[in-house]
């Protein structure tokens, strides 16, 4: 499906179907069906809640598999030689990654335990490129011993761990670097600054160039990832510009950051524009690599919820609580992440509330302005586009249960990733 055909489909398969502007926030074939109920991958919402419970993450996949799908074609209009990566950090699930990997995709892991989650899920180790600013011995280890196509290394210590590990294999590495460019996004997602954790400072390169060739290691590209949720495209040129000043090299990799609608108000750049971005500066003959999590996986998920308790402060606001919060989706409290929210059997918005999770911090609000039609106790609440890094940051804060993953497709539902149980929480326990 072409990139047209793709936006296309995200616009009949909502815009006429969902209220208030919000096809594009929802997952690919979202829709309201019978008595006005949320359907996901043609699941009743209502339906998922019943069967699999509270809090719960819920997948279309169909929509993962457009979107990479897109993002390939965005590139394959425009060149033969680029690779798109998947940033399984967004969404470190095996189900995804087997996924991904069938659509053509390769991989970019981030630490030993999201590698070992990508060859389960079917990458090959040569599609494989292992990121991190501090990757431990063991990690280094274990990528040289799966035989990952490329380690993106990242400090001049790592290139000496490297050279002793692994010891003139000859291994292929990116270098990443710090190009001192600032997208136009939240601190805390932005990595491209010159006062950054990651990468090799600008200043330094040279150097570090000459040391993996000295440490035998075989230098095969440039690697930045200047932050994400970028929306103003200009940076990708003048990160190209930056790249391409430093010595031409076989590949080019510009990262990920690709944005998406969290809210109605949202109207992120299309895969095409992206790709359009990237290669404009990138010289003939060079492969251009790019590593989208968030876009691939962010839409495709929402989070339901059952409402708890509905509290009305007189002359203050509404409080209404849910049974998950920051321990299944901490971007909120992170970084003042926002979202829309909606009951999933009654889409509207006659109460303006706030939507505050069960955990035992004030902090825990996941909603701070959202409005819904007539909330109350038993409602099946839903958050969309909490597919990237709600997942992937959950955690046992007030042990509760990490939450399952559901996929939806054609009105069937599967669970890829079962409800953790109290069990699970006392495994480790010595
Ligand atoms: C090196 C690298 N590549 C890719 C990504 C993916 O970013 P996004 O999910 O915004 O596309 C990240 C995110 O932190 C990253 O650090």
């Known amino acids: 499906m072409t990139q047209e055909n793709a936006d ?6 909502g815009e006429s179907r969902l209220p208030g ?5 929802y997952p690919l074939g979202s829709r309201l069906g019978a008595g006005g109920r949320l359907e996901i991958g043609g699941c009743d919402a209502l339906e998922l809640a019943r069967e699999f419970g509270t809090p719960a993450y819920v997948y279309a996949e169909d929509d993962m598999r457009e979107r990479a799908r897109a993002t390939m074609a965005a590139f394959a209009r425009r060149t033969e030689s680029f690779e798109v990566l998947y940033a399984s950090k967004a969404f470190p699930c095996t189900a995804a990654m087997r996924l991904f990997a069938e659509v053509g995709l390769g991989c970019d892991v981030a630490s030993g335990g999201e590698l070992h989650l990508a060859l389960k899920g079917g990458f090959q180790p040569g599609r494989i490129y292992m990121h991190g600013n501090n990757k431990s011995e063991r990690e280094l280890e274990e990528a040289l011993a799966a035989g990952v196509g490329h380690i993106v290394v990242d400090s001049f210590d790592e290139i000496e761990r490297l050279e002793r590990l692994a010891a003139g294999a000859a291994q292929r590495v990116l270098l990443r670097v710090t190009p001192g460019i600032e997208p136009d996004t939240h601190t805390s997602i932005r990595t491209g600054q010159a ?14 160039i000459e040391r993996c060739a000295d440490a035998g290691l075989v230098l095969r590209g440039l690697h930045a990832h200047i932050g994400s949720q970028v929306y103003a495209l200009d940076v990708y040129e003048a990160l190209a510009e930056v790249l391409v000043q430093i010595g031409e090299l076989p590949l080019l990799n510009m990262g990920g950051g690709f944005g998406i609608a969290y809210t109605r108000d949202d109207h992120p750049p299309t895969a095409d524009d992206y790709a359009e971005a990237m290669l404009r500066g990138a010289p003939e003959g060079v492969t251009v690599l790019c590593e989208p999590g968030r876009s691939l996986v962010g839409n495709a998920g929402v989070s339901l919820y059952t409402v708890g308790t509905v509290k009305e402060i007189p002359g203050v606001r509404t409080y209404v609580s849910v049974d998950g919060g ?9 970084y003042g992440a926002t979202y829309e929210a909606d009951l999933a059997a009654r889409f509207g918005d006659s109460t303006p509330c706030r939507i505050a999770g069960m955990h035992c911090e004030s902090g825990d609000v996941l909603v701070r302005e959202a409005a819904l039609e007539d909330p109350s106790p038993g409602d099946v609440l839903v958050i969309p586009a909490t597919g990237a890094y709600g997942h992937a940051m959950a955690s046992n804060y007030n042990a509760v249960r990490r939450p399952p993953v559901i996929f939806c497709r054609g009105g069937d539902a599967r669970v890829v990733v079962r409800r953790e149980t109290y069990d699970d929480l006392t495994l480790r326990d010595r």
């Open 195 to 208: 006062d950054s954790k990651f990468g090799i400072p600008m200043a330094h390169v040279p150097r570090a």
């Open 8 to 13: 296309q489909a995200l616009v009949d398969a």
């Open 21 to 25: 502007g919000l096809a594009h926030v």
């Open 326 to 334: 920051m321990a299944d989706n901490i971007r909120p409290m992170l």
